[in-house]
């Protein structure tokens, strides 16, 4: 019934997601401990879950079993076309520094590394700047 009703009663220490049941609660703390059971055949690179290792296993082969009703741009994985927001133009993931909005969480965990390298080119320059006036005077 908890399925159902939404009830979430594990969760995980480490990044406090939520679980209905315990299994799913275990099968996550995999990914924290670094405990790899499913391995590919092909390149050697390790899984957690067994699903994540099929998907995986389709880099492979080429198969791109999952197409764009709007597009036809086909995907290897299911979840690939799900989020794929381009046409919808929705850009839920925005930038907390500059207020840019992206289409995937992923996407703005790249950009969010601008802002960190920006900020550390502005502190060596300022460090240079500051040793260079000290030098002066």
């Given at each position: 019934m908890r399925k159902?009703?939404?009830e979430r009663h594990y969760t995980c220490d480490v990044c406090n997601k939520?679980?209905?049941n315990q299994s799913s609660h275990i099968k996550h703390q995999r990914i924290h401990i670094g405990e790899y059971h499913y391995g590919c055949e092909v390149c050697k690179k390790s899984f957690s879950h067994k699903n994540t290792?099929?998907?995986h296993q389709c880099t492979h082969c080429g198969e791109r079993p999952y197409t764009c009703d709007l597009c036809k741009k086909a995907f290897s994985n299911h979840s690939h076309l799900r989020?794929?927001?381009i046409h919808s133009g929705e850009h839920?993931?925005?930038c907390e520094v500059c207020k840019k909005a992206?289409?995937?969480k992923c996407?703005?965990?790249t950009h969010q590394h601008t802002h960190i390298v920006v900020n550390a080119l502005m502190l060596v320059m300022c460090v240079i700047k500051c040793s260079v006036i000290r030098a002066v005077l």
């Open positions: 159902h009703s939404g939520a679980f209905i290792l099929i998907t989020t794929q927001r839920p993931c925005g992206f289409s995937h996407i703005l965990i």
